[in-house]
């Protein structure tokens, strides 16, 4: 295990795992890693660990985790293992109950024949799961026993989604995912969401990555999925095998190039295909009949994804891909985007907000496609929706200004108005209608599709969309003049009295602890149990169907305002302030009245007490949570006194090229309860300044911006 997984372990830092190894003689050595990353044996921290009093006991999931991430083979190869194990204990647990009562040598020497018939019966003869031998197993023996009993904790399915989840947490750039909320909206707009209630379909994903899009799927009859790492084909095969009873075939090839379903007429295709590849196939597939509406150009990969999506449907079969924007627009493609229109096969362009998938700096694209059907007219209207302008999707418009980005978008409100934009289109938007459907002004438009036959076929959205009303009228705007009127008079009666000098004061005030006070730090509280401490996790946030508590973000603690994210739907629980947020089926932190939250990372000096308003949120990323003991602490003080700029300098250290705060080593003075009320609500009063501050800052900005929009549209008049 690496330091960064000690520094977990414990609850700590991963400073004070550096202390330790300087200060104490007898902590492990490192068995492997390098001079700059070493890795340490899992016994051997442990042992130091509970020796010291710093560790009372190894949770199971965290036990499992550090088998699989320290694995000799690598935690890919580990990864595949433990899910072939869930998957015998899933599908044949008697057999694994005999299993497990064998020693650790028996258990190499029988595991092998006895995975191989699961995972064929599961995934056929050609699956990509090799089967592990004696050898291979014989060092996998901690680690298949804690993943089955893991999974009589969480589930087989819940066991490895934590596994998978933590893995690609701990390597997020060696894998580019599509979150649950576009997942689930994909597949929703293919017609075979989770409620769509169809259980007798054929769906396929040619590039399938680790199958989360696959995974959005409901009751589908069969799934094929086919992805070129072979490490990542394995996962995706264990992934959907452990998560439905559907018939699942993959494939370990390159789709454009060893196409492995070449005969397959699919219900639904659904992908999220490698963007702005040179090296896709297209000097040797020229003559291929997949370029039925035109041969892509060397630079048109995704156009070449798009072509392979159709070839694989029925007739009327549909097809959702995740798309760059400059797809929608480059000179290079404008013949074969011309093509698609005029046949009929591109019926949606979808723009969704930036930061709803990686990358995460530019405003993607879902394109809606169907094959056209045996002697079907084309449809002669393309339906254009740009969800930024929609509610949810970030925009001034939308959700209030300011309010978008990664982790802050409403998936729940978006994916409502996108299918509902969608399906209206769908029904009535065929063959026989006449006119162009205007819909919410910026928001989405069914347009005739000779509008956009010209020079450049561009079909971004946001080109063909009338503007949104950002004016919206002068008693708007009336309305938000009066609300800043009232905030302004406010931020007056809270503006604090300038401070009288106090000689005593700055004479001590050089430092943190200062003489004034006898000190202590927050890890002393929290070990005398005054206070608990807890982090919050790394779990993919936006889900899908609005699924579990709200998040509360490290940028919703920055900005003062309310949680903004959501946490995967198998994440919620009642996990109080014992468990850590995270994804894979890690019990989130929820949040109470009265606790403190303090971001970890950027060196700023912020921390928040929680109100009723946020309470239940769960803890997102890089944020810390302190829960302070009522008898003990008044939370206002201990907020208060945390701001303290020399107190956050001396407890900040440098990570890469991001300052992280060691929360544990913050200082706080020792005070009788009566002078701590008395001092926390002078912290209050300054808070409440601060967000009316705040408060005026955003309505400022939105009634200058209401008023530029609304000069420019004609909404507002000028006297």
Known sequence: MTAAGIARLAGVGRAAVSNWRRRHADFPKPVGGTETSPTFALDAIEHWLRAQGKLAEVPLRERVWQLLAGHPAGAATALRHAGAVLLLVRH???????????????????????????????????????????AELAADAALVRGAAELAAELGPREAFEFLLGRHLDANPRQYTLTPPGPAALMAALAGVGADSGRGDVTVLDPASGTGGLLAAVGGARTVYAQESTPDLAAVTALRLALGSDARVRVRDADSLRADAFSGLAADAVVCHPPFNERNWGHDELAYDARWEYGFPARTESELAWVQHALAHLRDDGAAVLLMPPAAAARRSGRRIRADLLRRGALRAVIA?????????????????????????????????????????????????????????????????????????????GGPDRRDGGEGPPGVCRAVPVIELLDDDVDLTPARHLPPPAAGAGSAELAAVRDRLAATLARTAELTPQAPAADPDAAATASGAGGGRWPMTTVGELARAGALVLRTGGAGQLGAAGGAGPAVLTEQDVLSGTGPSGTLPGGAAGAAGVGGAAGSGGEEPVLTAPGDVVVPVLGGGSVARVVDEATAGAALGRNLALLRPDPTALDPWFVAGYLRGSANQRQASSYASTATRLDVRRLHLPRLPLA?????????????????ALRLAGRLGERLVQGLYDGLADGTVGVE
């Open 675 to 691: 002078e701590q009320r008395h001092y926390g609500e002078r912290y209050r009063t300054l808070a409440a300044f601060e967000e």
């Open 352 to 428: 969704l907000p930036a930061g709803a998938a990686p990358p995460y700096g530019i405003p993607l694209h879902l394109w809606v496609l169907r094959r056209p059907g045996a002697g079907r007219p084309a449809a002669p209207h393309l339906l254009l929706v740009d969800a930024a302008e929609a509610p949810g999707g970030g925009s001034a418009a939308g959700a209030g200004a300011g309010a978008g980005g990664r982790d802050r978008l409403d998936w729940p409100a978006l994916q409502s108005t996108v299918l509902a934009a969608w399906r209206a289109f769908d029904r009535d």
């Open 92 to 134: 044949r647990p008697a057999a694994w109950d005999e299993l497990k009562a064998a020693d650790d040598a028996q258990l190499a020497r029988w595991l092998p024949t006895a995975l191989a018939p699961v995972l064929s019966a599961r995934l056929g003869d050609r699956h990509p799961v090799r089967v592990p031998g004696p």
